[in-house]
């Protein structure tokens, strides 16, 4: 079956541009996350959902990331007036959510977008 | 807050030689313990994890890992290195927030080179 898609794959903004990355997340999948991965580094925490509520955006560096997810299934990371140090790849999961007894369910990763700013 | 350190950004071993790869975490509580592995320009894959019952577990490629609790530990292993084994690997903690929200921490990561 078809795992996480991210588009674009890459993307090129001018310092001070707005930029939007999708995230289509397997089907059925109620938890979503979204990540930051600068160069060198590993992923670091933005945000979470779980259906279309967004429950944890304690990761967001700043007031110019936003994040949503409208219909509980595909979801959108937007920038604004993007800086060069926004510059990394943004990785979006997803997951069946809490199982029943309250288990842990794997994090599916798509292939991420890497934003260049200019 | 959960923190994960890998001891060496980079390992180089020898093709057919024992892959090493170590992880300590500090955590406030028992944690969940993961193990990814990321090719060039593809997202991570899950290679293994640890979350209840025995402490010893295997994952997919022929790699393991054990968790020590004494050590706060959770090394990666596999006795025969191949050349396809080479990519960045990343330790993870869940963050444990409970119902499903359980974002990850990871690691710096550890590139991992197969020498021939």
């Known amino acids: 079956g078809a795992g996480v898609s991210q588009s674009p794959r890459y993307k090129v903004a001018k310092r001070g541009q707005d930029v939007a990355l999708r995230c289509d997340p397997i089907?059925?999948?109620?938890?979503l996350f979204w990540y930051q991965q600068a160069l060198g580094q590993g992923p670091e925490f933005l945000t979470y959902f779980q259906n279309e509520a967004q429950l944890d955006k304690s990761g967001l560096p700043s007031d110019r990331f936003f994040a949503e997810r409208p219909e509980g299934s595909v979801s959108t990371l937007k920038i604004q007036r993007t800086q060069q140090e926004d510059s990394a790849v943004y990785l979006c999961a997803s997951s069946l959510g809490q199982g029943p007894s309250g288990g842990y369910n794997e994090q599916f990763f798509g292939p991420g977008t890497r934003l260049t700013v200019l | 807050a959960q923190s994960v350190t890998q001891l060496g950004s980079h390992v180089s071993v020898s093709e057919g030689a024992l892959v090493l790869l170590r992880c300590n975490y500090s955590?406030?509580?028992?944690?969940?313990l993961f193990w990814y592995v990321q090719y060039p320009n593809q997202g991570l894959q899950l290679l293994l994890k640890?979350?209840?019952?025995?402490?010893l577990v295997k994952g997919i490629n022929g790699f393991e890992a054990e968790f020590k609790k004494s050590e706060t530990s959770f090394h990666l292993t596999k006795p025969s290195a191949h050349m396809s084994d080479a990519a960045e690997y990343f330790c993870a903690v869940s963050d444990l927030k409970g119902g499903g929200a359980d974002g990850l921490t990871f690691g710096k990561g550890t590139h991992l080179i197969i020498q021939p």
């Open positions: 640890y979350t209840t019952g025995a402490t």
């Open positions: 089907s059925g999948h109620v938890s």
């Open positions: 955590s406030s509580v028992p944690p969940y």
